[in-house]
């Protein structure tokens, strides 16, 4: 709990105000000892009677306590005034906090609005100047990067290091700084740097205190200082700036948990972000000149391999780089830039498709701004879609949230999330994503098994986001939103995934646990009112995405053997062929095996599939004599056992009702895998569509 104190606003209507006050004390102090001196001096000459050590005690004593009223304003404005914590009202009032519990004195004053600390961030600010200028010893400027570096996260201190900084040379210190760090050897003549972190450390440090300082500032301040920044990096013959500005935005801090990116961006004001992504995605600098980028530049353009999470284009000249990444830890401001809310108000029900595809196409146009071979950038944009579609940030309870709320919340969430993951598998060559995108990519997909097997479909939807209605508590139409994949994008993702064991398992689980409820849904619809429509389709939506998913590994493989020589190619398409028909038999044995346990076939049906395969010692693994499937709780292993896995196949080649011939997959199983193989990876070489339907 904290006090504010307001100074007077009728008498102090502003510092100069109260230093008017201050000064006239001062003089009240002036006079009263000039005046104790005229006193003794006449009392002396004229031989008074009267000893004047008496008064002169009395006027000492009330010196001390003027000069303790003159101490006590003092001291509190600097307090008000100086610690960038404290405010002038709209009458031009000022205060200061002092914490509860404690007299409003001038010492309190000082703790309580860190007066110190801002005395100390304006003195490292004015040596930053100093050592960006004139240089300094190399332990000099370890103990001021370790000062900047301890205050970073102390709105006191980041408020009052930038306040006496100029947005331009904040933007510059790092490049100064390091090339004052340069030392030459005598002998060969090369130059050789004392300090060959410096521009990195300090860029880093300089990041966090503007992410600090932003999140105390009102609106107005936090626009106007950001176009301040981009203003800078746009003038002519400085454009080192823009990638001094992307270092401090891609400073970081740890990312929510363990399946997350290792880290993500800041958090800053929100206005200062939505400033920032504005002014960038409109980017405008002047003619810049031709020099080349200074050494420090390229190496940090580089970073060791062992550097903490310092992405290849760390200090990139892409404008969007360094708003990307700080937008991964301001998800709430992403969103709200990516997606804008309709005429101010919640989503449109249902969503117009024309301004739904027009969002998409804008935000998978954002995400090419980049290569998605610099792993910072794709990890960015993968860990932005997860964040939306986790929503763990939205700060509002779900269930006390309006329903126009929720809807917009919903909409923007699988738009975001179309954009995203539709822009990162939009080449028409896969690229390479770092093992952290394809884990935040698979997490995103998982949540999203229905969206998944939906988009297999080699038809594409009309729109890259799913409105279904449904129907609220309350008796009103809803609607469910979810995002939806192009083949290309889905093939490039599904893809890149199968490269890593543990995305590919949890994708290829999720998808399965999805499909296999689909399928006892539409069983229990079956026997309750004799509709194999839904069986149908659920056979269907299994099989296409079975040979979706590995036509996607497939078209990820054939691809990656295109730049070697053509004998691995030919052994590359060959590896491809083999992992096809793999995909294909593990398919018909998972499609039989749960047609066995559905309870679909009576016994006379399964009889019929065992004579007409051929019956064998394969057979009797999964058919008994008396006509029973033995599949049924059989656990995972033994259905792995060859001679199970041999008699799935033979005995799904033959399974249908034998009374009208209905409920007969021994085509489909095999049509379908081949329509979602196609879809995935086109029998003509060329790449998976990548558009949306009429």
């Known amino acids: 709990m904290v006090t504010y104190v307001f100074f007077d606003p009728d008498g102090l209507r502003s510092p100069d105000a109260l230093q008017t006050l201050i000064d006239g004390l001062k003089g009240y102090e002036t006079t009263l000892i000039d005046n104790e001196d005229d006193v003794v001096d006449v009392s002396d000459y004229e031989e008074s009677s009267t000893s004047s050590a008496d008064l002169s005690s009395i006027v000492g004593l009330s010196f001390v306590d003027l000069e303790d009223e003159d101490a006590s304003p003092r001291r509190r404005l600097d307090a008000a005034v100086e610690s960038g914590l404290t405010t002038t009202g709209a009458n031009g009032s000022i205060s200061y906090i002092v914490w509860d519990g404690r007299e409003a004195g001038a010492e309190n004053a000082t703790a309580s609005n860190n007066v110190d600390t ?330 999203h098994p229905d969206s998944v097997v939906e988009s297999t479909d080699s038809t594409n939807s009309k729109s890259p986001v799913s409105s279904g209605e449904m129907e609220a508590d309350d008796g009103t139409t809803t609607y469910d939103y979810r995002p939806l994949f192009t083949n290309r994008a889905l093939s490039n993702l599904v893809g890149q995934i199968s490269y890593n064991e543990t995305a590919s398992s949890r994708l290829g689980e999720s998808v399965t646990v999805y499909n296999q409820k689909v399928f006892d849904d539409a069983v229990a619809t079956y026997k309750d009112s004799g509709d194999f429509t839904p069986v149908d389709a659920a056979v269907d939506a299994q099989c296409r995405t079975n040979g979706f998913f590995a036509g996607a590994a497939g078209y990820q493989m054939v691809n990656d053997a295109q730049p070697f020589n053509e004998d691995q190619e030919s052994s590359a398409s060959s590896g491809v062929q083999d992992m096809k028909d793999a995909a294909l038999m593990q398919n018909y044995e998972q499609l039989t095996a749960s047609l066995l346990n559905s309870g679909l076939y009576d016994s006379d049906d399964l009889l019929g599939a065992v004579r007409d395969s051929g019956k064998n010692r394969q057979t009797d693994r999964v058919v008994d004599e008396d006509g029973n499937p033995l599949t049924v709780g059989m656990d995972p292993s033994e259905i792995e056992d060859t001679g199970v896995k041999a008699g799935l196949d033979r005995v799904g080649g033959y399974l249908y009702h034998r009374a009208d011939g209905t409920l007969d997959y021994t085509d489909t199983r095999y049509s379908s895998f081949k329509d979602g193989y196609e879809a995935a990876k086109p029998s003509s070489g060329g790449a998976p569509a990548h558009s949306w339907g009429g």
């Open 118 to 447: 801002d005395s100390q961030a304006r003195e490292d600010a004015a040596s930053l100047s100093n050592y960006a200028k004139g240089g300094c010893a190399p332990d000099d400027w370890d103990a001021l990067l370790a000062r900047v570096q301890a205050g970073q996260d102390d709105p006191a201190y980041a408020n009052a290091l930038l306040a006496d900084i100029d947005p331009e040379r904040l933007l510059d210190l790092p490049a100064d700084i390091q090339n004052k760090m340069t030392a030459r050897d005598a002998k060969d003549q090369t130059d050789w740097s004392l300090r060959p972190e410096a521009a990195q450390d300090l860029t880093s440090a300089l990041g966090h205190n503007l992410a600090t300082a932003s999140y105390t500032w009102p609106d107005n301040q936090a626009a106007d200082y950001t176009n301040k920044l981009v203003d800078a990096t746009e003038e002519k013959g400085k454009s080192e700036r823009l990638k001094a500005l992307n270092g401090m935005l891609m400073a970081s801090r740890s990312g929510n948990g363990d399946r997350t990116a290792e880290s993500v961006g800041l958090d800053y004001s929100d206005s200062m972000l939505a400033t920032l992504a504005q002014r960038m995605e409109n980017y405008s600098p002047q003619k810049w000149d031709n020099t080349s980028p200074r050494d420090w530049l390229n190496r940090l353009s580089n970073p060791p391999n062992d550097s903490p999470f310092l992405p290849e284009n760390l200090y990139s000249g892409n404008p969007l780089a360094g708003v990307v990444h700080a937008m991964t830890g301001n998800p709430q401001a992403a969103q709200k830039w990516l997606v804008a809310r309709p005429d101010g108000q919640g989503a449109p029900d249902p969503a117009s498709l024309r301004q739904t595809k027009e969002t998409v196409r804008r935000v998978q146009d954002l995400v090419g701004w980049g290569s998605l071979k610099e792993k910072g950038w794709a990890t960015d944009w993968a860990t932005m879609a997860y964040e939306f579609d986790s929503q763990g940030w939205v700060s509002s309870d779900p269930a006390v949230m309006s329903q126009e709320e929720r809807s917009y919340q919903d909409y923007a969430s699988a738009t975001a999330v179309s954009g995203i993951l539709n822009g990162i598998g939009s080449g028409e060559k896969p690229v390479t994503l770092p093992d952290g995108a394809r884990n935040l990519v698979s997490e995103t997909l998982a949540n």
